[in-house]
């Protein structure tokens, strides 16, 4: 065991198997006291519709009025509706570091398009608003073919939020936690492959075995899988800067980089290995931040009695209006030998109230109108408490897009701490990618835009990154419906109002999916204002009694008197 230290907590970092079971244990045993497991499931299943699970009655119709996740889905795309761009500035303004900076940019760029970055981003973002959490993986694949003399690429995987166990859980900050847990369910097949690629022998192949865990959704095929932990750890290590001391001496500086073990059963699947990495490849968002707990709450939590409301009060109203709103038929069954009614069975009486009566229809009770508009009420207040009002969800004609606009912004206030929390995130995602291409990516060629525009491939090696003093500038910007609209009115009302008058300005202000072929109109526009600037030069001169063609012949510094 070797000795960590972690916020000036000193402890030892357990390395056995059965220690790390424990640890996996005792991780899995704060979870269950914060009942993150049973939150965890019932957020999952009001969310996709299931909001009658376990509910015994089964004579009551079962409606689902899902108002979560028509929420929780404009909540997400009111998030990735942001475009995320990547920027590296060096803070040395050299030539030659800003051109390194532009490449290192733009290959982030194209690794984050290869991985579908964005993609992920928002399954991360539907985890983190359902279950509470969102967390990225990052691991290299040292396998994968690039075409170059250097393998390998980096891989984003999606983790759920009771899949990943902090060694700290009072705490989110991921790179002050002294261990991390990742816990994966695999196949048998695939872990005994995975061991036997690693060296192990075939008695130790033999003796894994599968096990059941109670701690993730749907997992009723126990008998086939195994749970697989990796444990992810930080260990100092003195390193050489390439510098001299005044003695001739190198000069060596004291450095954190992660390890990670893997651990199936009682057995190690991998041994103790240095990633070199000087941070852990995990990115973590909470939706909403928790008190002493590194796991956060989701929207939805708290709102789960107002949907069930919704639906009781639904499903007592459809039964009712099944079994009154139609008139019962009573009749006399001493006078008629049988009756039916299509709607509602016919009730035989012995003997009618009335005398003389033959049939009667029962007068069905007035159902009050209170009960829905107290429906309607519930999900508009939650909706509202929520930040998601109708003008939020479309829910309106777009005849002023000005007042539509101020109420958008408005209800998305609710979540500017949650976008904050995202843009924190990718951040976060992004120095984890730099780090790992430092170290994994090794030489490679990659494409370079030149001085004059045009691109070529170019070495670079990426190993420089672990020595290059940069700022990390993340931009985010927001480019939805109607902010695209808005500004096409703003530029027309400009246009018409006379306060614009260059129509060049005007077509490359406005946003390219306002105008088809955007480019190409701006060059005709260009041609034509060139030609009517010859045109009446020509005119002036010709005015002037000055022939043009002689002005041609002029040298280029003779002016005119």
Same mark, same amino acid.
């Given at each position: ?12 970092? #357990? #390395? ?13 045993? !704060? ?8 939150? =965890?499931?019932? +957020?999952?299943? !009001? ?8 509910? +015994? ?25 942001? &475009? ?18 532009? $490449? ?39 396998? =994968? ?17 009771? /899949? ?5 859980? !009072?705490?989110?900050? =991921? ?21 036997? *690629? ?17 701690? /993730?959704? +749907? ?11 990796? #444990? ?29 073990? #893997? ?42 009695? %107002?949907?069930?409301?919704? /639906?009781?009060? !639904?499903?007592?109203?459809? *039964?009712?209006?099944? /079994? ?19 709607? %509602? ?7 009618? &109230? @009335? ?118 500038? $993340? ?24 306060? @614009?008058?260059? $129509? ?17 109109? $701006? ?30 012949? @002029? ?7």
């Amino acid at each position: 065991m070797t000795e960590q230290n972690s916020g000036g907590l000193k402890m030892k970092i #357990k #390395k056995k198997p059965k220690e790390i079971r424990a640890e996996y244990e005792k991780a899995k045993a !704060f979870n269950q006291q914060i009942n993150l497991y049973d939150t =965890v499931e019932k +957020n999952e299943n !009001f969310y996709a519709g299931e909001q009658w699970k376990g509910v +015994n009655a089964p004579d009551l119709d079962k409606p689902v009025f899902n108002i979560l996740k028509r929420v929780i889905s404009y909540f997400i795309a009111m998030l990735v509706s942001d &475009d995320i761009a990547v920027s590296i500035q060096p803070f040395d303004y050299s030539d030659a570091a800003a051109q390194q900076a532009k $490449i290192i940019s733009d290959q982030i760029k194209r690794e984050m398009e290869r991985c579908k970055y964005k993609s992920k981003t928002r399954k991360m973002l539907r985890n983190c608003a359902v279950s509470g959490d969102g967390c990225f993986y990052h691991y290299f694949e040292p396998d =994968v073919e690039t075409g170059q003399l250097n393998k390998g690429v980096i891989s984003v995987e999606n983790i759920d939020n009771v /899949n990943i166990l902090f060694g700290n859980p !009072f705490s989110y900050e =991921v790179q002050k936690q002294p261990y991390i847990l990742i816990v994966q369910r695999r196949s048998l097949e695939s872990v005994q492959e995975e061991a036997e *690629m690693n060296g192990l022998s075939q008695e130790v192949i033999d003796s894994i075995r599968t096990e059941s865990d109670d701690t /993730n959704m +749907n997992d009723d095929d126990a008998e086939k899988l195994c749970t697989v932990i990796i #444990k992810m750890f930080k260990e100092s290590k003195k390193v050489q800067t390439g510098e001299m001391d005044v003695t001739g001496n190198p000069v060596e500086r004291e450095v954190k980089s992660v390890h990670y073990i #893997k651990v199936v059963n009682n057995v190690v699947l991998k041994e103790e290995t240095d990633l070199e990495y000087s941070l852990y490849p995990v990115a973590y968002m909470n939706w909403e931040e928790t008190k002493n707990c590194y796991h956060g709450r989701s929207p939805i939590t708290g709102l789960i009695p %107002n949907q069930i409301y919704v /639906n009781k009060l !639904f499903a007592m109203s459809m *039964m009712f209006t099944q /079994n009154n709103a139609f008139p019962r038929l009573l009749y006399d069954g001493g006078k008629i030998e049988e009756m039916s009614n299509a709607v %509602n069975e016919a009730f035989d009486v012995d003997r009618m &109230d @009335l005398a003389g009566d033959v049939l009667r229809y029962t007068q069905a009770p007035d159902f009050s109108s209170q009960v829905l508009q107290l429906i309607d009420t519930t999900i508009e207040r939650t909706r509202d408490f929520l930040g998601a009002s109708d003008a939020a969800l479309g829910n309106v004609k777009p005849d002023n897009t000005s007042a539509i606009i101020a109420t958008q912004q408005a209800t998305a206030i609710p979540l500017e701490l949650q976008r904050l929390n995202f843009y924190d995130f990718v951040e976060d995602s992004v120095r984890i990618l730099i780090d790992m291409m430092s170290h994994d990516y090794g030489t490679r060629k990659v494409m370079a835009e030149l001085e004059d525009g045009s691109k070529q491939p170019v070495d670079v090696d990426f190993s420089v990154l672990q020595n290059l003093n940069y700022d990390l500038n $993340i931009e985010i910007g927001r480019t939805n419906y109607w902010s695209e609209i808005a500004q096409t009115t703003t530029m027309d009302n400009l246009l018409n109002k006379g306060v @614009l008058t260059d $129509i060049e300005l005007y077509l490359e202000s406005i946003p390219d999916s306002a105008v088809s072929n955007k480019a190409q109109i $701006i060059e005709n526009v260009r041609k034509k204002m060139l030609e009517q600037q010859q045109q009446a030069q020509a005119m002036a001169l010709a005015q002037a009694g000055i022939d043009p063609a002689a002005m041609q012949q @002029l040298p280029a510094d003779a002016g005119l008197i």
